[in-house]
């Protein structure tokens, strides 16, 4: 791409279409699930290849606990293979690694797991990969607004930005969401006030580095605002 083109600092992805791409496929469901996250893993370096710094992507949200038992066991063991053996490759290309979300419902197994290969992962500097695992946004904003009044601090936009999941991480640019769909789902709700959003037909899985920078493009074509 040319180095005009306007780069998004902060990629949302809500990765939607897992369970519709296997079913067209004639595939059982936690196959399309196993590709998602192959394609996940493709599009995140390929995002900071083009500069993007944060790649943020919705894995599992807490409306996903009433899922079947085999799924949600099976993303469950997903989640703790991504922060045990995964994130040695994601390490060793210099990418941090960031949870967000609640610990409730999660193993100790699991929630250690995580902790590790966010310590792991800490001082990476050529890019972030946050996964949005077993979070909602109205909980996020919720803990967030806890934390300020257990601080003692007065509620303000600024304090409670301050004590939100990660609160490094910076306001979304973009928001791609695949499938189809046209909603949010609650997800990063604080930071997604003046997100671009585009939608794309193509479930998750079916999603290439190619869509990629075709959406680029298109963001890079957009005059934000910003509320002006």
């Known amino acids: 791409m040319s180095e005009t083109v306007a780069?998004?600092?902060?990629?949302?992805?809500?990765?939607?279409?897992?369970?519709?791409?296997?079913?067209?496929?004639?595939?059982?469901?936690?196959?399309?699930?196993?590709?998602?996250?192959?394609?996940?893993?493709?599009?995140?370096?390929?995002?900071?290849?083009?500069?993007?710094?944060?790649?943020?992507?919705?894995?599992?949200?807490?409306?996903?606990?009433?899922?079947?038992?085999?799924?949600?066991?099976?993303?469950?063991?997903?989640?703790?293979?991504?922060?045990?053996?995964?994130?040695?490759?994601?390490?060793?290309?210099?990418?941090?690694?960031?949870?967000?979300?609640?610990?409730?419902?999660?193993?100790?197994?699991?929630?250690k797991a995580i902790r590790k290969a966010e310590e792991k992962t800490a001082g990476n500097?050529?890019?972030?990969?946050?996964l949005c695992f077993n979070y909602g946004g109205h909980e996020e904003i919720a803990d967030a607004a806890q934390a300020v009044i257990a601080s003692g601090e007065a509620i303000t936009s600024e304090s409670i930005a301050q004590h939100l999941y990660s609160p490094d991480i910076p306001p979304i640019d973009l928001l791609i969401r695949t499938s189809g769909e046209q909603r949010l789902s609650g997800f990063m709700l604080w930071r997604i006030t003046y997100a671009e959003l585009i939608f794309v037909r193509k479930h998750w899985p079916a999603f290439t580095r190619e869509d990629l920078s075709q959406v680029l493009v298109e963001y890079a074509k957009r005059k934000r605002r910003f509320g002006v």
């Open 7 to 111: 780069v998004p600092r902060h990629i949302g992805l809500i990765l939607d279409g897992n369970r519709r791409w296997a079913k067209v496929h004639g595939l059982p469901t936690l196959e399309g699930h196993r590709k998602g996250y192959a394609v996940l893993k493709d599009i995140t370096r390929a995002a900071i290849d083009q500069g993007v710094e944060y790649v943020s992507a919705y894995v599992f949200s807490r409306e996903n606990w009433k899922r079947s038992a085999d799924e949600v066991k099976y993303l469950m063991e997903l989640a703790y293979m991504v922060a045990t053996k995964e994130v040695s490759e994601v390490h060793k290309e210099g990418i941090r690694v960031r949870f967000l979300g609640s610990t409730e419902g999660l193993s100790d197994k699991l929630i």
């Open 125 to 130: 500097v050529r890019g972030t990969l946050a």
